[in-house]
T-cell receptor, first 115, second 113 residues
Framework: DGGITQSPKYLFRKEGQNVTLSCEQN?????MYWYRQDPGQGLRLIYY???????QKGDIAEGYSVSREKKESFPLTVTSAQKNPTAFYLC??????????????FGPGTRLTVL | GQQVMQIPQYQHVQEGEDFTTYCNSS?????IQWYKQRPGGHPVFLIQ?????EVKKQKRLTFQFGEAKKNSSLHITATQTTDVGTYFC?????????????FGTGTRLTVIP
């Protein structure tokens, strides 16, 4: 069954701790993305990657870091530098980015709450 | 700033009524995609529009791309309770030179049985 998995679905952390959210896809997609969703603000792009070992900052990269060591995996680390980390985090993937844009497939999301 | 504006933010309709959400940009869009997110779920791709003035239909859903490629709309005829969710437009903007998708803020649709 092909798709994108994110774990865990819910995550609680204390303020000041780094936390890593996982994202795995078996769709053989080259491009992967991380979005943050807050109520009333739609989806905002944090980081994206077009190929292994390469990634680019999105609109709100400050306080986040990523790695792309494998095509299938694109973990996101929320660092203590992120001032307001509580949010719903969505990972997505697509075939190679080009115009017209390919559809993005989203994972189920991780809801992070920082206490 | 917000590249793609979407209105309305919320819409409550009686089952059977029509529904429309609008997506607008001050700059020309390369293409536009529409996604639906059910409550508690994740966005799911609905359709992509590329050509100026393009109109596509999926059963009760009609998608339009403006002639100037600066706006788009999604119209649902005779809503059903299964239409409940948040509808997002997402666009690639020519002037930015980037391959990123810019998502609208979404329209949350509630259908009253």
């Amino acid at each position: 069954d092909g798709g994108i998995t994110q774990s865990p679905k819910y995550l609680f952390r204390k303020e000041g701790q780094n936390v890593t959210l996982s994202c795995e896809q078996n769709l053989n997609h080259d491009a992967m993305y991380w979005y943050r969703q807050d109520p009333g603000q739609g989806l905002r792009l944090i980081y994206y990657s077009q190929i292994v070992n390469d990634f680019q900052k999105g609109d709100i990269a400050e306080g986040y870091s990523v790695s792309r060591e494998k095509k299938e995996s694109f973990p996101l680390t929320v660092t203590s530098a992120q001032k307001n980390p509580t949010a719903f985090y969505l990972c997505a993937s697509s075939h190679v980015m080009r115009v017209p844009y390919n559809e993005q497939f989203f994972g189920p999301g991780t809801r992070l709450t920082v206490l | 700033g917000q590249q793609v504006m979407q209105i309305p933010q919320y819409q409550h309709v009686q089952e059977g009524e029509d529904f429309t959400t609008y997506c607008n940009s001050s700059t020309t869009l390369s293409n536009i995609q529409w996604y639906k997110q059910r409550p508690g779920g994740h966005p799911v791709f609905l359709i992509q529009l590329v050509k100026s003035g393009e109109v596509k239909k999926q059963k009760r859903l009609t998608f339009q791309f403006g002639e100037a490629k600066k706006n788009s709309s999604l119209h649902i005829t005779a809503t059903q309770t299964t239409d409940v969710g948040t509808y997002f437009c997402a666009a690639q903007i020519i002037q930015t030179g980037a391959n990123n998708l810019f998502f609208g803020t979404g329209t949350r649709l509630t259908v009253i049985p």
